[in-house]
């Protein structure tokens, strides 16, 4: 299955344009732009922004020509403080991590997580030390501005261009020289010296969204306990490990029900029933998982659902699926991670733990509450574990 994804990369790029944007300068801030207070500043509508070739919604320069944040620039610290201050009263948290084990056995042909907890000196003290070998995508996770670039055109978020992601078949696919070459390193690169950063390392790197933090008011949409409570025999009307299309009006309708209005700056979380299945079926199901069909529940991939995330102005966006969007992504249609990382730079987080997180929530009455995360603090790197945490 994933060499059949590289197959599909490899026919878009050969159709790609030849010439690709100039790479900007590297600035690990928006210091060198005007400084704006994103809590109040206007932001043109969804259809106000240009086009980026044949795409749409393109926010490149919303936030200024170096920006390093993309959408994480509305958690500002009028936005953090107010949120802290209303969602915080009763000192509840409830941590949004599964575990690094799991899946045991990860979506779309990862590694599986390592861990070997080591005994240092074990006839003396039992001194004891754990070494970690996984993929920052494993498991829960955000989705960094360097994870995907627009494909056609070879260029990540801010018009950054991006190295031959299926290089292993350029000895088969010849074609795929003619692409120009990278600005954007792979492999491991030594960083000995933390004062003489080579910018092609750090730039639109996961690093500045960990040293920002990915803070604010959290809104959950419970997506799972709002379908079956619509259903007459209780049950969920739609299988989550299915390509089933999550529409702008389901999640409107489940934000009414829950008596929820969003705000700029919000963190919105979608419970769509992937960890709950997984926690109910025999082992074979999990294990199957990884061989079989990768079809799984998300949001549609429309102009619509385009519109809804960015007017409403959400800082990022998660759920608890292994793709936030439905997939496989319908043929001939964009996939969202391209507009959502490269044309916004808006994290994506994926397999968050929503289980207990929905039942406070349905035990208080809130869908709201004080959402914090920290990504891990990789100079260049495409994704990380969240570190994610809710209060109440």
């Given at each position: 299955?994933?060499?059949?994804?590289l197959?599909?990369?490899?026919?878009?790029?050969?159709?790609?344009?030849q010439?690709?944007p100039?790479?900007?300068?590297?600035?690990?801030?928006?210091?060198?732009?005007?400084r704006?207070?994103?809590?109040?500043?206007?932001?043109?509508?969804?259809?106000?922004?240009?086009?980026?070739k044949e795409?749409?919604?393109?926010?490149?320069?919303?936030?200024?020509?170096?920006?390093?944040l993309g959408?994480?620039?509305?958690?500002?610290d009028t936005?953090?403080k107010?949120?802290?201050g209303?969602?915080i009263?009763?000192?509840?948290?409830?941590s949004?991590?599964w575990?690094?084990?799991?899946?045991?056995?990860?979506?779309f042909?990862?590694?599986s997580?390592?861990?070997?907890?080591?005994?240092?000196e074990?006839?003396?003290?039992?001194?004891?030390?754990?070494?970690?070998?996984?993929?920052?995508?494993?498991?829960t996770?955000?989705?960094?501005?360097?994870h995907?670039?627009?494909?056609?055109?070879?260029v990540?978020?801010?018009k950054?261009?991006?190295?031959c992601?299926v290089?292993?078949?350029?000895?088969?696919?010849?074609?795929?020289?003619?692409?120009?070459?990278?600005t954007?390193?792979h492999?491991i690169?030594?960083?000995?010296n933390?004062?003489?950063?080579?910018?092609?390392?750090a730039?639109?790197?996961?690093?500045n969204?960990?040293?920002?933090?990915?803070?604010?008011?959290?809104?959950?949409l419970?997506?799972?306990?709002?379908?079956?409570?619509?259903?007459?025999?209780?049950?969920l009307p739609?299988?989550?490990w299915?390509s089933?299309?999550i529409?702008?009006k389901?999640?409107?309708?489940?934000?009414?029900?829950q008596?929820?209005?969003?705000?700029?700056?919000?963190?919105?979380i979608?419970?769509?029933?992937?960890?709950?299945?997984?926690?109910?079926?025999?082992?074979?199901?999990r294990?199957?998982?990884?061989?079989?069909?990768?079809?799984?529940?998300?949001i549609?991939?429309?102009?619509?659902?385009?519109?809804f995330?960015w007017?409403n102005?959400?800082?990022a966006?998660?759920?608890?699926?292994?793709?936030?969007?439905?997939w496989?992504?319908?043929?001939?249609?964009?996939?969202?991670?391209?507009?959502?990382l490269a044309?916004w730079?808006?994290?994506?987080g994926e397999?968050?733990?929503?289980?207990?997180?929905?039942?406070?929530?349905?035990?208080?009455?809130?869908?709201?509450f004080?959402?914090?995360?920290?990504?891990?603090?990789?100079?260049?790197?495409c994704?990380?574990?969240?570190?994610?945490a809710?209060?109440?």
């Amino acid at each position: 299955m994933a060499t059949k994804r590289l197959m599909n990369v490899v026919s878009h790029l050969a159709t790609a344009a030849q010439t690709q944007p100039t790479p900007t300068a590297l600035s690990n801030s928006n210091e060198s732009e005007e400084r704006v207070d994103w809590t109040t500043a206007q932001i043109p509508g969804y259809d106000a922004l240009p086009g980026f070739k044949e795409m749409p919604g393109c926010a490149w320069g919303v936030w200024g020509s170096e920006d390093q944040l993309g959408t994480v620039n509305l958690l500002t610290d009028t936005v953090v403080k107010a949120a802290a201050g209303e969602e915080i009263k009763m000192g509840k948290s409830v941590s949004l991590n599964w575990p690094l084990n799991f899946p045991e056995k990860p979506m779309f042909e990862r590694k599986s997580p390592e861990i070997n907890m080591k005994l240092r000196e074990p006839q003396i003290y039992g001194v004891r030390d754990d070494e970690i070998h996984m993929n920052t995508q494993s498991g829960t996770q955000w989705d960094g501005m360097r994870h995907f670039p627009i494909l056609e055109h070879g260029v990540f978020y801010n018009k950054f261009s991006f190295p031959c992601l299926v290089e292993r078949w350029c000895l088969v696919f010849t074609f795929i020289s003619s692409i120009p070459g990278s600005t954007l390193p792979h492999g491991i690169h030594p960083m000995p010296n933390p004062h003489e950063i080579d910018p092609a390392h750090a730039r639109i790197g996961i690093q500045n969204w960990a040293t920002h933090g990915i803070c604010g008011r959290g809104v959950l949409l419970d997506l799972v306990s709002y379908q079956t409570s619509l259903s007459g025999n209780k049950a969920l009307p739609y299988d989550p490990w299915s390509s089933h299309a999550i529409t702008v009006k389901d999640l409107e309708s489940c934000a009414a029900a829950q008596g929820v209005k969003f705000r700029r700056g919000d963190i919105l979380i979608l419970r769509v029933g992937f960890i709950k299945k997984y926690y109910e079926v025999a082992q074979a199901e999990r294990d199957a998982l990884q061989s079989g069909p990768e079809t799984f529940a998300g949001i549609e991939q429309s102009e619509d659902m385009k519109r809804f995330l960015w007017n409403n102005h959400f800082a990022a966006i998660a759920s608890d699926q292994p793709a936030l969007e439905r997939w496989p992504v319908p043929e001939g249609v964009v996939h969202m991670h391209q507009t959502l990382l490269a044309l916004w730079g808006m994290p994506i987080g994926e397999f968050f733990d929503l289980e207990k997180l929905s039942e406070v929530c349905a035990e208080t009455g809130r869908y709201t509450f004080f959402f914090s995360s920290w990504p891990l603090n990789i100079i260049g790197g495409c994704a990380s574990p969240p570190n994610a945490a809710a209060y109440f």
